[in-house]
């Protein structure tokens, strides 16, 4: 989709320098602007016409191009009938928090008809990211790639290649999705499968209608090609692979990894990969394909593949590709493999001494039916309602932004008592829960939990079985984090295996199937930050706290004050 040369042209024609601004930013390199309008068209995929939202009437929305230490500044202006935010997933908002983008923790919403500008510095971060709507599941179309190339004159830890392309995972619903979620929420039951998934919002010869609707990467023989993968996805985790080829990769959410060469990967929505396939295989037309990874039990899911064309010059056009084979659904070795080859490129400094310690459980819970009207709003398991929890509290969404509540001392928006632990033990995994004496259902309520500026911080993500087991993949908005530790079962201290050395750094961890995982960071960025589960429905169900890290005592410590046009609710 877009190489080195496409960047070039961008740099000349979209940046120039800058030196003074009104707040005290971190310093960068240049200012590049971008206008999003926030717009409906109609598609045609799947033997069927809808209407969806979009970015510049663009799916994928536009590429954002930068360079390492530039400044970005977006107009959104929303000209659709429903509430728009954009998250700049993995973007660490380095003094920036107004501009993260998740509604009602640090914005309200951007209403019809108004607009609102984001403005950040990409602060000694490069690498692939991707910006997305962060309210209901718009996300399912409003969703685009961020490419942050190193500094000039600065090359790649890796060998260069001859092209680059962006490669989005995504899933499709025939279904208006703002109307799909209410409908969701307010049965109590499970969300439905995805009617296709897409690679570049193509599904592939696999579905109805798609024959012709499919992704293409013309490559020469002999060369080496760098795929940016982004899992865009609403509710399902995927693995990708290339038919006969091998996958090496060099990064991970953002940061260099080890080299580490496998037939496949697997990206939990909101991660990303960039991955090194040479085009050493006879000439053909092989298949790039995308498939389910379910971990959870007695769960419907979309189990057709997508496929896109790895074609090389020289093959006839219209032969059939060779396909690509992927692991079975339900493979948690093969996602483990993956996560076991991701290390940091060099040595890292692990926080070692840790300040604050929590504990999360993760999970979802059935609670008692509460409805008059139980066969219309309880089709949960047990005609229950299905909720979804850290530490057993299901977050609710408060009716101000959490930041804004924070920053200007509203009250009953939010309570600062998020527990460090959960309130009972039991064997998460193999346990019986709702048995007594464990009642698991969740506890509802908009809890934050207030770390002090420059703190070591260490959080254990523990999976549980209250439903079903399944691997849930975290995001912790303004931070990336080193992933030390995971395993499976119940994290014991005494026997859990840490890599202090060389861990990977991320933004998106993928908390095992019936296990857990442990990560540390330093609590340098001053705000109000979003931790979920980047599944849309169990974000949606309240799976996920807020951390609130206090102001330090320095220039650069201090959260400046909100922007001008920040949206009201």
């Known amino acids: 989709m877009a190489n080195l040369l496409c960047?070039?042209?961008?740099?000349?024609?979209?940046?120039f320098s800058y030196c003074c601004m009104a707040h005290k930013w971190p310093a960068g390199g240049s200012t590049r602007f971008y206008d999003f309008k926030v717009q409906t068209m109609k598609v045609n995929k799947l033997c069927n016409t809808k209407e969806i939202?979009?970015?510049?009437?663009?799916?994928?929305?536009?590429?954002?191009?930068?360079?390492?230490?530039?400044?970005?500044?977006?107009?959104?202006?929303?000209?659709t009938p429903y509430n728009a935010t954009i998250h700049w997933h993995g973007v660490r908002q380095k003094l920036s928090c107004w501009f993260d983008g998740p509604s009602y923790i640090t914005q309200c919403p951007i209403?019809?008809?108004?607009?609102?500008?984001?403005?950040?510095?990409?602060?000694?971060?490069?690498?692939?990211?991707?910006?997305?709507?962060?309210?209901?599941?718009?996300?399912?179309?409003?969703?685009?790639?961020?490419?942050?190339?190193?500094?000039?004159?600065?090359?790649?830890?890796?060998e260069h290649p001859y092209e680059e392309?962006?490669?989005?995972?995504?899933?499709?619903?025939?279904?208006?999705?703002?109307?799909?979620?209410?409908?969701?929420?307010a049965s109590g039951g499970a969300a439905p499968p995805a009617d296709a998934f897409t690679i570049n919002s193509h599904p592939g010869p696999n579905y109805n209608c798609s024959r012709n609707d499919v992704y293409k990467i013309d490559v020469v023989p002999g060369k080496t090609y760098l795929l940016r993968l982004i899992n865009a996805g609403l509710n399902m985790e995927n693995f990708f692979a290339i038919a006969y080829h091998k996958l090496t990769i060099v990064e991970a959410d953002a940061e260099y990894t080890k080299p580490f060469t496998t037939d496949r990967v697997m990206l939990g929505p909101g991660q990303t990969m960039n991955v090194l396939v040479t085009a050493n295989q006879p000439i053909g037309k092989y298949s790039m394909a995308m498939g389910p990874y379910m971990s959870a039990q007695n769960i419907s899911f979309q189990n057709i593949s997508a496929i896109a064309y790895f074609q090389y010059s020289g093959a006839v056009p219209n032969s059939i590709s060779l396909p690509a084979k992927l692991p079975s659904f339900n493979d948690n070795l093969a996602a483990k493999t993956v996560m076991d080859g991701l290390r940091s490129l060099n040595p890292v400094n692990v926080p070692k001494e840790i300040d604050t310690e929590l504990f999360v459980t993760v999970g979802l819970n059935v609670n008692k039916c509460r409805s008059k009207t139980p066969r219309n709003n309880c089709r949960g398991m047990n005609n229950g309602t299905f909720a979804a929890s850290m530490n057993n509290i299901s977050f609710v969404m408060p009716t101000v932004s959490i930041l804004e509540a924070y920053y200007k001392k509203i009250g009953g928006q939010f309570t600062v008592d998020f527990p460090g632990a959960p309130l009972r033990f039991y064997d998460f995994v193999n346990g019986a829960p709702n048995n007594a004496p464990n009642n698991t259902q969740a506890i509802n309520g908009t809890r934050?939990?207030?770390?002090?500026?420059?703190?070591?911080?260490?959080?254990?993500?523990?999976?549980?079985?209250?439903?079903?087991?399944?691997?849930?993949?975290?995001?912790?908005?303004?931070?990336s984090f080193y992933v030390v530790g995971y395993g499976t079962g119940n994290y014991n201290p005494q026997t859990a295996n840490f890599n202090l050395i060389d861990p990977p750094y991320m933004n998106t961890i993928g908390v095992p199937v019936g296990g857990w995982a442990a990560i540390r960071f330093v609590a340098d960025n001053p705000g109000v930050w979003f931790m979920h589960c980047h599944l849309e429905i169990h974000q949606s169900w309240g799976l996920g706290a807020v951390l609130i890290v206090e102001n330090g005592e320095g220039e650069l410590e201090t959260l400046p004050h909100p922007p001008a046009d920040l949206p009201r609710c």
Do not use: C
Not at 65 to 76: L, M, T
Not at 122 to 149: D, E, N, P
């Open 7 to 15: 960047f070039s042209v961008l740099f000349l024609t979209m940046s």
């Open 448 to 479: 934050t939990k207030v770390l002090k500026f420059g703190s070591k911080v260490q959080l254990i993500f523990q999976d549980t079985s209250t439903v079903t087991t399944e691997n849930h993949p975290i995001h912790l908005h303004g931070y």
């Open 53 to 79: 939202v979009t970015i510049n009437k663009m799916f994928p929305g536009p590429i954002v191009y930068a360079q390492e230490d530039d400044r970005i500044i977006v107009k959104v202006t929303n000209e």
């Open 165 to 185: 392309h962006i490669v989005i995972l995504g899933e499709y619903w025939l279904r208006d999705v703002v109307q799909l979620e209410r409908e969701v929420l």
């Open 111 to 158: 209403q019809a008809g108004a607009s609102f500008t984001y403005e950040f510095t990409l602060v000694q971060q490069k690498g692939t990211f991707f910006w997305h709507a962060h309210v209901s599941w718009l996300r399912a179309t409003v969703y685009g790639a961020i490419v942050v190339y190193p500094k000039t004159e600065v090359p790649y830890p890796f």
